[in-house]
């Protein structure tokens, strides 16, 4: 089963919006085929383990099929994984946890069992999770999975007074920031970064077969026609500023003007641009609407405050580097509590040396424990 996960990691920015999936068959204890999911529209990992194994002119009867998710049981893009694996007829499945998507859900193990294959389920689960906890949210809670990328010094500044941040971090940390932004399916940010920074927001420090796409929350549709984030289309912009002329340039650059009006302010309609909302938890509901399992946001301390507060951040990855820098811009610009036990609280998951610079990784726990117990059918 770790082989199969280990074949799913390494398409880890392959498959998106499918899961990353891995598929190993084995005899005797003996790997005899693998495979895993690849562009959306290609073949699933068992048709891949499948392939490999007819290429070697070897069968399947009798084998042990291990999948890092279950095998789809309905017409997608492709058609089931599931007819195949009972046509290969294996003598046995086993696979780390039910798929959430609800046109499976169980109904792969279901067809395996009435075919007569021996079926077991629940091995690794929790570790394929890692794999894919944004197919997993978007699946059952309808919204992305949301991480926070921040680089910081080690008295948690971001920038100067100024705004200049380039570079707290070193090119190691630089690199694998872009293999966080490689395997989402957006990279998203606000408009104060992009008017400071003018960010692209593609990947370009580590080679990936497709780019995510790139957002912008911009609550007065305020963004500059040459700001470098439209270049090449395919931008996305969240706005509470229903402006048609706006709109019109913006769509003939290429990008898609997506309308999120904070409607909990009952007088936001009235306010003037300068002081709209974007409705964040709507924006995510969106974004799980069009196929977008997993978010990472590069964004400034007031966007940051306003996702956390909102309830949308399940992770924070967090790059220190070993500098003070004193006065100067913070992680996250978070309303004053009054009692701890009110804080926004995270768990340490990772900790993990880049050059001279740490890369913390944070979870809320009770978010991830939500994600786990769909997992689980029953």
């Given at each position: 089963?770790?082989?199969?996960?280990?074949?799913a990691?390494?398409?880890?920015?392959?498959?998106?919006?499918?899961?990353?999936v891995?598929?190993?068959?084995?005899?005797?204890?003996?790997?005899?085929?693998?495979?895993?999911?690849?562009?959306?529209?290609?073949?699933?990992?068992?048709?891949?383990?499948?392939?490999?194994?007819?290429?070697?002119?070897?069968?399947?009867?009798?084998?042990?099929?291990?999948i890092?998710?279950?095998?789809?049981?309905?017409?997608?893009?492709?058609?089931?994984?599931?007819?195949a694996?009972?046509?290969?007829?294996?003598?046995?499945?086993?696979?780390?946890?039910?798929?959430?998507?609800?046109?499976?859900?169980?109904?792969?193990?279901?067809?395996?069992?009435?075919?007569?294959?021996?079926?077991?389920?629940?091995?690794?689960?929790?570790?394929?999770?890692?794999?894919?906890?944004?197919?997993?949210?978007?699946?059952?809670r309808?919204?992305?999975?949301?991480?926070?990328?921040?680089?910081?010094?080690?008295?948690?500044?971001?920038a100067?007074?100024?705004?200049?941040?380039?570079?707290?971090?070193?090119?190691?940390?630089?690199?694998?920031?872009?293999?966080?932004r490689?395997?989402?399916?957006?990279?998203l940010?606000?408009?104060?970064?992009?008017?400071?920074?003018?960010?692209?927001?593609?990947?370009?420090?580590?080679?990936?077969?497709?780019?995510?796409?790139?957002?912008?929350?911009?609550?007065?549709?305020?963004?500059?026609?040459?700001?470098?984030?439209l270049?090449?289309?395919?931008a996305?912009?969240?706005?509470?500023?229903?402006?048609?002329?706006?709109?019109?340039?913006?769509?003939a650059?290429?990008?898609?003007?997506?309308?999120?009006?904070?409607?909990?302010?009952?007088?936001?309609?009235?306010?003037p641009?300068?002081?709209?909302?974007?409705?964040l938890?709507?924006?995510?509901?969106?974004?799980?609407?069009n196929?977008?399992?997993?978010?990472?946001?590069?964004?400034?301390?007031?966007?940051?405050?306003?996702?956390?507060?909102?309830?949308?951040?399940?992770?924070?990855?967090?790059?220190?580097?070993?500098?003070?820098?004193?006065?100067?811009?913070g992680?996250?610009r978070?309303?004053?509590?009054?009692?701890?036990?009110?804080?926004?609280?995270?768990?340490?998951?990772?900790?993990?040396?880049?050059?001279s610079?740490?890369?913390?990784?944070?979870?809320?726990?009770a978010?991830?424990?939500?994600?786990?117990?769909?997992?689980?059918?029953?």
């Open positions: 089963m770790r082989q199969a996960m280990a074949l990691q390494r398409a880890l920015y392959v498959p998106a919006p499918n899961p990353r891995g598929c190993v068959i084995a005899r005797d204890g003996k790997l005899i085929a693998q495979g895993a999911t690849q562009h959306v529209g290609g073949a699933h990992a068992e048709i891949m383990a499948l392939r490999d194994l007819e290429s070697h002119g070897l069968s399947a009867e009798g084998a042990t099929v291990y890092s998710l279950e095998p789809c049981s309905h017409y997608g893009r492709t058609p089931p994984c599931v007819d694996l009972i046509k290969a007829a294996p003598s046995r499945v086993v696979f780390a946890h039910f798929d959430p998507n609800p046109s499976v859900a169980g109904r792969g193990l279901q067809a395996l069992k009435a075919a007569g294959i021996d079926v077991t389920v629940g091995v690794c689960a929790d570790e394929a999770l890692e794999i894919n906890p944004g197919f997993v949210s978007r699946m059952t309808g919204v992305p999975y949301v991480w926070l990328k921040v680089a910081a010094s080690i008295d948690g500044r971001t100067l007074p100024n705004g200049v941040s380039q570079w707290i971090t070193g090119p190691q940390a630089r690199a694998d920031g872009h293999h966080w490689a395997r989402s399916c957006i990279v940010t606000g408009i104060g970064t992009v008017r400071t920074d003018n960010p692209r927001l593609d990947v370009r420090h580590v080679t990936t077969p497709r780019q995510p796409r790139r957002g912008v929350i911009d609550p007065g549709l305020d963004i500059r026609a040459d700001a470098a984030v270049a090449g289309g395919d996305v912009i969240f706005t509470a500023n229903n402006d048609p002329e706006k709109i019109d340039r913006l769509s650059q290429g990008a898609r003007v997506v309308l999120v009006p904070d409607e909990s302010n009952p007088s936001s309609a009235a306010l641009a300068a002081r709209k909302r974007v409705d938890m709507a924006m995510m509901r969106w974004l799980a609407a196929d977008i399992n997993e978010v990472h946001v590069e964004a400034g301390e007031g966007m940051n405050g306003a996702l956390i507060a909102a309830g949308c951040v399940d992770e924070l990855v967090l790059y220190m580097a070993p500098m003070l820098l004193g006065d100067g811009k992680l996250a978070i309303p004053a509590i009054a009692r701890l036990e009110d804080a926004a609280r995270f768990e340490f998951t990772d900790v993990t040396r880049l050059g610079d740490i890369r913390i990784r944070a979870r809320d726990m978010r991830w424990a939500d994600l786990q117990s769909k997992l689980h059918l029953g």
